[in-house]
């Protein structure tokens, strides 16, 4: 018995009931899977999904949907591609896209210097204070574009396997377990 009168696991079981296990299992399949999809753009999807958490960054600062990030908001799917051009280039904090992206700033920094090396964003020094911004290049929006319909065609066929409803269900459910750990955490 554990404190609290908790049952004690086996720790051979532990992996088959842990959270923290089978959520990272998932995810580095999840990781490979779009990996490969993107595989033909030279992108991660680690690195997507930071460029996606910048420009989200860019519309919330600017207040206006599908606005910022040089335009590379995106109001709405059509077909596949992506609909809008903005034209905001408000960026976002690095500290705000670290929270945004549920990254630690240090890892956040290392990819976004090859993202910057790539020329596909900027990080200017914002005024007044020392606060640094990060911005979506030109080239950075013209990679999004090119990285989009693959996106597009790895998740259409994921939530086509998984269902539609099973696929809310687990964004939900993932949401709940996301906000019960940082609730837990402090």
């Given at each position: 018995m554990m404190r609290g009168g908790a049952t004690q696991l086996n720790w051979l079981n532990a992996g088959a009931v842990c959270l923290n296990f089978n959520l990272r299992r998932t995810s580095?399949?999840?990781?490979?899977?779009?990996?490969?999809?993107?595989?033909?753009?030279?992108v991660k999807v680690t690195q997507f999904t930071i460029l996606m958490a910048i420009a989200s960054e860019s519309v919330a600062r600017s207040g206006q949907e599908g606005h910022g990030a040089g335009g590379a908001g995106v109001r709405r799917v059509q077909d596949g591609q992506a609909v809008n051009q903005g034209a905001n280039q408000t960026g976002g904090s690095i500290t705000n896209i670290a929270r945004l992206a549920m990254v630690d700033r240090t890892t956040l920094t290392r990819s976004l210097k090859i993202l910057e090396d790539d020329k596909l964003i900027e990080i200017r020094k914002a005024q007044p204070g020392n606060k640094r911004r990060v911005i979506i290049t030109a080239k950075g929006i013209k990679k999004m574009k090119e990285i989009y319909p693959y996106w597009f065609r790895a998740q259409r066929e994921l939530v086509k396997k998984l269902t539609p409803v099973k696929t809310r269900e687990l964004r939900h459910l993932l949401g709940d377990v996301k906000n019960s750990a940082e609730a837990l955490h402090g």
């Open positions: 580095r399949a999840v990781t490979q899977y779009y990996d490969e999809a993107l595989k033909p753009t030279g």
